[in-house]
């Protein structure tokens, strides 16, 4: 890739296997910088290169733990913009909060429009994410907001597995909320969809009521954006093997994968679920069988150089 020379990429402490293929892909070396914790929890953050009138771009998920990282995002920030960047893009490839994108009952906050504000006054000149939960939070920013989505690697993917027969594949929506999302990767690839119709009494928790198409003998691949305990997922993939689904997989951008997701996902009716590296994983999910990782590095890698160099990124934003 063509790197502009006035450009620098630094990385939090969130996900730093994903950065460093970022930096492979780009073809550069990573922003030296010294990060440190005091013993109360305080961060201290210094760059220890001169980014006077560069482009900075910063690297780091909101995932767990994500107030920590939130912060030390925040803090880069404002390093960043004391010390004279020109501009400030905060990539962000799992935006925690985003759940929180409106008042759900009476006294509640809009979460993820506060982190919109923190993430501006703090000197964010751009945000660059990936699969938003809810697409409307572009709107909470002052600032471009560019929104990439995963579909184009799920259905490459997808194409390289099921190379010789896809014509028993049916993508599922797990709710009637990502019908968008269902069908802007069953169009490349020719298929069917069908919906779960759920119903959630709480958070986390949810029942599936029906299935919304015939998928008797089909390979149900649902997608997402983010699996959390897994729990709606795996009733999903119960629910359509009890109506005659001959097999089913899962690809979800965002693998929180909290409480009892592996176990959930190990007992479940799910042959795979296929996930990107957006969020750093510990042991027990490298480990699971049911479990394969897609990288979203080169993806990103091109996002970042088209954004340095004032290029369309539109290609990116299909859905």
Known sequence: MNISPKMRLFS?????????RIVENLGMPMGEMHMQRFSDGEIFLQYQESIRGL????????????????????????????????????????FGYARQDR????????????????????????VLT???HATQIQGFFDIPVDNIFATSLFVEDIQRINHEDRHDIMVVSPDV????????????????????????PAPNVAKVMNIIGDVQGRHCIMVDDIVDTAGTL??????????????????????????????????????????TDSIQQPEKVINCEKIR???????????????????????????
């Open 12 to 20: 939090g402490t969130s996900n730093l296997p994903l950065s460093r």
């Open 55 to 94: 482009d900075v771009f910063f690297v780091q998920s909101t995932s767990k733990p994500t107030n920590a990282n939130l912060m030390e995002l925040l803090i880069a920030l404002d390093a960043a913009k004391r010390a004279s960047a020109r501009s400030i893009c905060a990539v962000i490839p799992y």
């Open 103 to 126: 008042k759900s009952a009476s006294r509640t906050p809009i979460s993820a429009k506060l982190v919109a504000d923190l993430l501006q006054a703090a000197g964010a000149s751009r």
């Open 130 to 132: 990936m699969d938003l």
């Open 177 to 200: 909320g990502g019908v968008v999302r269902s069908r802007a990767l069953a169009k490349p690839l020719d298929v069917d969809i069908a919906i779960v119709d759920k119903r959630r």
């Open 234 to 275: 795996c009733g999903a993939a119960q629910a359509l093997m009890d109506h005659g689904a001959a097999k089913v997989s899962a690809y979800v951008t965002h693998g929180v994968l909290s409480g009892a997701a592996i176990d959930n996902i190990n007992n479940s009716a799910l042959s795979e679920l296929v996930i």
């Open 293 to 319: 990782p897609l990288s979203i590095a080169p993806m990103l890698a091109d996002a970042i150089s088209r954004i340095s160099d004032d290029r369309s990124i539109s290609s990116l934003y299909s859905i």
